[in-house]
Structures are given as structure tokens and as C-alpha cells.
């Protein structure tokens, strides 16, 4: 056996900042910047088996070794996204997993207390979102209770779409290159003392050669598993034992199951064990080969809904403990960890995601075969989205007979030939010819018709390349997966070169190439892939007849239904003829528009007037969860028309309208055509930052703060100022008899002028923000008296004993009280960001009333919580008072810590109110 450290191998890693894009990164390098920004929000995506959990488990290992100082002095914990339950919290499930003794284990409320409390302290390394249970909400992995905690998630791309935004880093995971993989088997066959088999393979591999290339195209998909890490120690494996690597899925997987029966057969003990070793898949005995049949029908039930781990109960239901007893013997199956130690379920889980997907896909073959599947099954199999490689390994497991399943998806469907489109090129190539044939076969001859429409299109787009469409069409979903934008750009190409005799032809064209860029959107859950800027273009070019034909076309082959979303982001040269009418029109051929996105263009308010009136008498913006026409010059809208948008649009997440150069007066006609009662009952949706709400009167402004939402993850208050909100509108609600109740938890006043509200009226925020915990008021022209009045305010009501009132700089607070000052520290939990001019004061008045209030506050009324007292003395400590006021402070500090260390509820708090001075 050996650590991780022996074989660990640096994959290849692709971060991407705020300020930096799919910038080549070392993990090393990694772990720097996610040191220089703690705490800092790390997502990390990456293929199945491409080595995620290997890199997490190698940060665990290096903290809990001491092997890097990227975590010295933090608290690190790992969590697998599958152990989250329902109504559980990150923390929660933290708090669950760890291990206690004795009568500890029975209250873990102290547990989630210290971590609570510790929060800055925390490494988080969250595993697997792509194995979220379904009722999992997956919103609370935006972290947004864990802001000042370093937390690091891994996925599966596509489930983090909505996700993104609120991480500072994004890397993405691509295995080994070249390079990588002749370090990883160098390392493998030193450590098992055979450097030489290593060479070999490396000289097998044509790794230090140029002809590398050859290599490649000879093993075609299986060199894109060599980039697995799991998969590679398969090979290096294999090389070990037979000194051979298959070169198709189909065989390679054979390979690895043989190699795992052969090593459960070479550990046995001979006398109850005379099976002789496995020579060929062929070979294997009807015992174990029906133990895998069984186990691939576990995965399949389970990969349906994305789950890889099995209960015992399950298990037994469907094999029998006989034939479980077997499967954890040979090693297809191992005993997953409890969930918790108070928690004693049985679970298990194959040794790796793909395993069990090969599995899945041998049962699928097998059953397909034998047996066949019938149509709802095969429909089931090619469209649920978490059987991706279980369709792989199914198609390569089928080898010639792939056509079994493949006929089912004989459908003149754009979804049909989009999975022709994906999953074609793992045929190989020398059963090609027979699976066309007999697809060919079952063809229904309406279906020929439009199978050869398409195929003059793409011979169009391949210039005249005289292939079978799937063929055709498995080329271009592969040119769209190396360089899409390529290829949006050779389709504008042909629009430009059309004349009025190839209109028809060119429109047909193009909306041909749409299906598979459209459907190519959808599958990689990510809009920004491919703008639909190229269909803008052509309806700019040719108006209505473009329209006609795509709409035409789309409802030919059901494309319309399977659109969710329409990009349009400004391209180098403007589109001057397309108006809104025309885009309406292109919207109302889509019944299931989800995601507007206009931005950037010079798409200016009147057209998207147009666009919105032509709309109104149609259902085209009732499914809608996203509009955004941010940055755009809409001051010539209508703001009814943005209103009418909200009225219709109930499912809406995101309404964002900001730096649309929107005035008050059209927001204002905007709110008044929206339902009072329904924008009251949502929150979080509507962003009209950088727009001039400055002019709405209270009783509007306060049916919209719960609905705005803000641009900015990393600091998501609500800034008055971005908003171009007046200290009037502050004023107005603060003074509103009615006591408005507002959601955020932040509240940002930063650069707004202040100096005409009175103290105690400002006071009155923390009771229409009750949630607040951070209250920032930097630069907004206050005065000590100002601020006396609204402690004082406070202090009196006691309406401000949690949250955090961290920022006054750019204020003059010369003229500020001594308990003002106590009170901004005693209370406040988080002081560091506090700037106030101490030096100045008069300390022998501010040390006399700083000894009365904490005698009074403290000393007389048993209260133990002396942290923010600590956190007093230590900031007089830093060097802002002469000797002879340090002096003070000692014994003042003495004096209170022998008053109350013979308290017993008091040391628990002196520990961390200390740690906090030091």
C-alpha cells in the first residue's frame, strides 16, 4: 500500500477569475491564490473519474500532514454532497459526521455552536454536487451563510450553472495530458519496482515520440480515458499483468472487469477457490458474469436518478446476500462508510462513478440483446440526463448489434437527431456500414424525406461531403464541440455571401445548423455557448421570409418545443433592419421560452416597445424565469411595457434591467401596472442597479426593496447608492408610520449624505431591516452627535444587540460621546474595520466611563460574554495609548478576569475572547 502523496500527479487545471480566464494552473499555484484570497469560494468541475475527489482528498491529506501551509491554523472538513439530507445545511451535515465518545455523541449542539462560531476559521471541501439527492434544494450550495468561511465544491459539468456567480474561482479539471500521463506511469512502475515495463508502455504509447498522434487516432476514445486518473491505474494495471491495452470502450471494459475477477481469483485461497484465472471475457464463469448482470441492473435503477450508492435492503431485494457476499468479495462492491457514527444503515458503492456505469451499460447490452428493450425503456434510456455515459458504454457493449437500441430513436425529432449526433461516433467505424443499413431499414419513408432535406444542408455546410446524415452529423456536433464559435461564424459567412436567388436555400441552411447549436446549448446547460446572434442575423438580412422558414422547419422536426433560451449579444456590426414586431414573432415560435438575453446591443428602447406590444395578446413571456436587456438605452420605453412583462411573467427569477439608462418616471409607470399584491409576495428578482430610482415616492420604493436584487455574489447588499436612492427616500420610509419590514441582511450607505437625518431617526433601520447584520455608512458626511443620538437610540430601545456596524470612515467623529465609542465596540462582534480618530480623545474621562459602564454592564449583572470587552482592551493595546494607559488596562483586565474566573460559565468564553486580543 502506499499514501497519496507517492502517486500523486498534478492534472491539468484551468482556473478562471475575475480577473483572469482558463488561465494553465499547477495545483500548487492553485492553492496560492486560494491562499491570498481567504476566504475564498474554489468550484471545480471536471468529467466523471477525472480526478476531483483525488484532489481533494490530496489538500485533506497535505493539511492533516502538515504537508502545506495553504491551511496551517485552519479547521478542515470533507463532505460528500450524497450524505446531504433533506432540510440539512452544509454545516449540518458537518456536524452530523463528526465522530464523539461517550455521552458527547448524544448532543451535537456545542459542535455546530463552535463551527458557527468559527466560521473564518473553516475549510469546507464539499464533494460530488452531480450527486445531490433530488430533494436537495441546491440553492444553499450558493454559500451564502458561509461567506467567511474558504469552501471548495466539485461537479460534474452541468449543475452549476446557476452556481457560478457566487465563486471567485472556477477550475476546471481536464486529467492528464501527455505529459502528465508518462509522469503518472514513471511513478507507478518505480513503485512497484519494474521501471522498465513502464518504459515499454511509455514507447507503446508513443509518448516520447512525435508520432504520439498515431497512438491516439489507433485508440481513438480510449485515449480520452487515459486522462482519468482512475482509468489510467486500470492501464498501468493491465500493462502490469498482459502487457496489452484494448483499444475500444467495449474491450477495454472487458479488460477491466477480467482484471478485477483475476485479482479476487489470484487472492483466494486455492482450496476453496479452483477457479483458474479469467484468459478471456468469454471465459468468465456464468456465476460471476450474472453477479455483474445483477449489480449493472442495481446501477441502472440508480443512476436513473443520479445515485451511487445502494442500501443493503435494495441490494438483497434484488440479488440476493448470496451474490452480494460475492460482488463485495471480488471487489465490484466495498462497504461504504456509515453517514454517521450514530447512524448504522449499510450502503455501498461500486469503487468508481464509471464502474458502475460500465456496469449499467453491460446489463443494458446484455438485456438488449437477449432480450430487447421496449420503446419507452429505449426512449427512457437516450433522454434521462443522468445516464450520459451509461448510453456510452451501452453502445459500446452492443458493438455491432448498436442498431437494437439505435432504431428506437428513428423519430423525426431534433432531440432524435441530436443523440444520433452524440452518441454515433462511439460505433466503430468497421460496424458502421451494417448499423446504417439497418437503420436505413427501419426508416419510415416519411422520415427519408426529411433525412435527406437535412443531409443537402450539411453537405452544404461540409462542401458537399458525400456521407449518411448521422454520419454527417456526428462530424458536426464534433466540430461544435472544438470550436462552436467557428462555426457560428462560418454559418454567418454563408448569410452574408446569399443573394436573393439562394435566400430560400441559405434560410433552410441555417435553420438546419440550428438544431444541433440549439439543442448543443440546452445539453452543455450553458446559454453563453452559443449566442443566437447568426439567427438575428439572417432575420436582419431577409425579414419575414427568414422568419417563415424557420418557423416552418423548427415545427417540422419539433425543434420549437425543445428551445428554452434566446441569446443576442452585439456582434461588430449593429443590426439596424430587424424590429420588434419580427422579434416577437421569432419568440412566439418558441411555446417554451424560458431565458431572454439581450445585451450589449444597440437594440434601443423603442424596438423592445414594439417587441412587448406585438407580444402582449400572446402567451410568449407566460414560462419565462430570465429577462435580461441589460446595458441597453431604453429611455425612450415605455415603462408600462416593462410592467406588462412582469404581470405575465409569474415564474420570473431574474428581471434585469440594470444600467438601462431607465428614470424614475419609467420605473415609476412600470410598478403601476404591476399587481401591488404580487410584487409585495416576491423577493430577489428585479435588478435595476445603476438606474435612477431617485424620484420614486415611499409607498412604491417600499413594495420594491424585498424584489431588487443586486449583481454583485460576493458583497450582496442592497446599496442606496447604485440605485441613485436619496437620503429623502431613507428618511421618508425611516419617518413612515406604517413600519415597513425589509429582507436584507445588509444595508450599504456608503457615499450617501446623511447630515440631514437626525440620530435618532436613523436608529429606526435596524427595525424596518430587523434581519441586519452589517450596516455599512462610509463617507455620508456624519458627525459625532449624529451618531450619539442614533447609539444612544439604540442602546435605549436595545434594538441593536447582533450585527455588525463595521464601517464609518470618511465621517467626522471628532465630536463623539465616550459610551458612543464603548458602544460601538461592546456591542458590535466584528469591529475590525472601525476607523476612529483615538489618539485625540480625552482618555481620562473616556477610561472613567469606559470603568462605570463595563462595571455596571458587566461586574453587576452577571452577564459572561466579555468577548467585545477583550476586543476593547486589545485595540487600546496596539499602540494608540502611552505606557501609562496600557498599565490601566492591565489591571483592569486583571481585575475582571479574578472577579470572574471562578465562574464556570465564564471560561468557555475567556478562551475565545483572548485568542481574539492575541
Sequence with gaps: MYDISQMFTDPVLYTSTREERNKLTTVQELLSIIKSRDPCKVLITGNGGIGKTTLLRYISYNWATNSDSTFAGKILFLVNVRDIKVNQTIIDAIVYRV????????????????????????????????????????????????????????????????????????????????????????????????????????????????????????????????????LLLKMCTMWQHYQMIPSDFQYFFKEIFRLILNQYINRSDRSTMPTKAVKDFDSITTEH???????????????QKNVFKYTEELLNELMGQETLNLLLKIGFLYKDEPIAQDNFTDAYRCPHPLLSEALAGFYLSNEIDTLGLDSKECKKLRTNPH???????????????????????????????????????????????????????????????????LRDSFKQYFSGNNLHLIQLLKTFSDEISKNMY????????????????????????VAHMSILLKLYQVDQNNILLSSDNYLIKLIDKWGDKALEI??????????????????????????????????CRLFQILPNLEIIKIRF???????????????????????????????????????????????????????????????????????????????KSKENFINLELNDLSKIDRDLLANLINALKVSDSKDPGLSWKRHHLSAKQLHDLLMSPWRYKFRWNSLILDGVDLSLIKGNTLANIFIIFPNLTRLSMNDCNLNGTIVNDMLSECYKNNIINKGDLKSLKGNDLMNIHDKSIIELFVFRKNISNVTLEIEKLDFHNFIITFYEYIYNRFLLQNLTDLKSVFFLIGFMMGGYLNTLYTRFFFVFFIMVFTHYMSRSEFKSNFSDGLSTVC
Design 289 to 303: 458474469k450474472n453477479a455483474m448482470l445483477m449489480l449493472g441492473n442495481v446501477s441502472y435503477i440508480g443512476l
Design 601 to 679: 446591443s444597440t437594440y434601443n428602447g423603442l424596438r423592445i416597445d414594439s417587441m412587448v406590444s406585438e407580444c402582449k395578446h400572446s402567451e410568449t413571456f407566460v414560462r419565462l424565469k430570465e429577462f435580461r436587456i441589460s446595458f441597453q438605452n431604453l429611455s425612450s420605453i415605455n415603462g408600462s411595457s416593462l410592467g406588462h412583462i412582469l404581470n405575465v411573467s409569474r415564474d420570473l427569477a431574474n428581471f434585469n434591467l440594470s444600467s438601462c439608462s431607465l428614470s424614475s418616471k419609467q420605473i415609476t409607470e412600470m410598478l403601476n401596472e404591476v399587481d401591488k399584491n404580487y410584487l
Design 387 to 453: 445516464l450520459h455515459m451509461t448510453r456510452i458504454f451501452t453502445i459500446s457493449f452492443l458493438g455491432p448489434n448498436a442498431d437494437k437500441l439505435m432504431k428506437h430513436w428513428l423519430a423525426n425529432k431534433a432531440s432524435n437527431y441530436y443523440s444520433f449526433s452524440k452518441y454515433f461516433k462511439y460505433v466503430k467505424e468497421e460496424n458502421e456500414g451494417k448499423i446504417l443499413k439497418s437503420l436505413d431499414k427501419d426508416m419510415s419513408p416519411k422520415m427519408k424525406i426529411h433525412v435527406e432535406h
Design 99 to 230: 465522530r464523539l465518545k461517550n455521552s458527547l455523541s448524544k448532543n451535537r449542539t456545542h459542535i455546530k455552536t463552535f463551527i458557527e462560531n468559527h466560521k473564518r476559521d473553516l475549510v469546507i471541501l464539499i464533494d460530488g454536487l452531480d450527486e445531490l439527492q433530488p430533494a436537495v434544494d441546491i440553492q444553499m450550495f450558493k454559500i451564502e451563510d458561509l461567506e467567511d468561511s474558504t469552501v471548495i465544491l466539485t461537479s460534474r459539468p452541468g449543475f452549476t450553472e446557476t452556481l457560478r456567480k457566487h465563486f471567485d474561482i472556477h477550475v476546471k479539471v481536464e486529467g492528464f495530458d501527455t505529459e502528465h500521463i508518462k509522469h503518472y506511469i514513471t511513478r507507478y512502475f518505480k513503485l512497484i519496482g519494474k521501471p522498465n515495463l513502464g518504459q515499454d508502455l511509455i514507447a507503446t504509447f508513443y509518448l516520447d515520440s512525435d508520432l504520439n498522434h498515431h497512438w491516439r487516432s489507433y485508440y481513438n476514445n480510449i485515449f480520452e480515458l487515459s486522462s482519468s486518473p482512475f
Design 550 to 583: 424557420i418557423s416552418n422547419e423548427w415545427k417540422n422536426y419539433s425543434l420549437s418545443e425543445e428551445i428554452r433560451s434566446f441569446v443576442f449579444f452585439e456582434d461588430d456590426e449593429p443590426y439596424r433592419h430587424i424590429n420588434g414586431s419580427e422579434l
Design 486 to 509: 467557428q462555426v457560428r461564424n462560418n454559418i454567418v459567412l454563408t448569410i452574408d455571401e446569399s443573394n436573393e436567388s439562394s435566400s430560400d436555400n441559405v434560410c433552410r441552411f
